[in-house]
């Protein structure tokens, strides 16, 4: 089992839908989850992270984290064509400021 | 504004050279890392850097070193190139913080092609 798992789409939205993107990771002693959004040939930039059980919106971005289910999910709202790209889910290991990152999900935005 | 360069965006290279990629980071961050991206298999920690003259093995650091002999500057090192290590290179640093949230900032990364 990969520590860090995302479906790698491609997941295909209209414009102006919700895109809902899933990531789920086993090591339980992880305490924060990051969602970047990386265009093809661009290195990845951070939408947002989170670390506590529940919801954390910014924009028309949505995290929710689960630790009991270990299971993080990002939704997009009013989804842009601007908004096609591979989002890399990220998870902070239990010690130090290293990262596990999913394979990452290609996201397309049909206008 | 954060800023991390990476020294050459494309790079090629023969089997069997010793290849130098470099990162040099603006913000005085204390951690570094060097990761390779592949498809299918996302990004994978090949060393990092938690101050000057400190390294530490990632998840893949066979086939490479690194230095790192100025704050802000980190260098992965291939000793002896081979094909199977065509990839993206992706730099990245942060604080060292407290809490488990520090944001990883990325360079521009290096493509590299092993011929």
């Known amino acids: 089992q990969k520590e860090v798992e995302q479906n790698s789409g491609p997941l295909s939205v209209p414009e102006g839908a919700i895109a809902s993107l899933n990531c789920t990771y086993s090591d339980r002693g992880s305490q924060s989850f990051f969602w970047y959004r990386q265009y093809s040939g661009k290195s990845p930039e951070l939408i947002m992270f989170?670390?506590?059980?529940g919801d954390k919106e910014d924009g028309r971005f949505t995290a929710q984290l689960n630790k009991a289910s270990q299971y993080v999910s990002l939704l997009i709202r009013d989804s842009q064509p601007s908004d096609s790209a591979t989002y890399l889910c990220?998870?902070?290991?239990?010690?130090?400021?290293?990262?596990?990152f999913g394979g990452g999900t290609r996201v397309l935005v049909k206008p | 504004d954060v800023k991390v360069t990476q020294s050459s965006r494309y790079l090629v290279k023969r089997t069997g050279e010793k290849v130098f990629l470099e990162c040099v980071q603006d913000m005085d961050h204390e951690n570094m890392f060097w990761y390779r991206q592949d498809p299918g298999l996302g990004l994978r920690l090949i060393y990092f850097?938690?101050?000057?003259?400190?390294?530490e093995k990632g998840d893949i650091p066979e086939g490479y070193s690194v230095s790192r002999e100025k704050k802000e500057r980190f260098s992965l090192i291939l000793e002896s190139a081979s094909t199977n290590q065509t990839s993206m290179y992706l730099c990245?640093?942060?604080?060292?913080?407290?809490?488990?949230?520090?944001?990883?900032?990325f360079g521009p990364g290096t493509r590299l092609t092993v011929l």
């Open positions: 990245a640093s942060t604080l060292k913080g407290q809490g488990a949230t520090d944001t990883q900032y």
């Open positions: 989170i670390y506590s059980n």
């Open positions: 990220a998870v902070n290991r239990a010690a130090g400021n290293k990262l596990t």
């Open positions: 850097s938690y101050d000057v003259k400190m390294k």
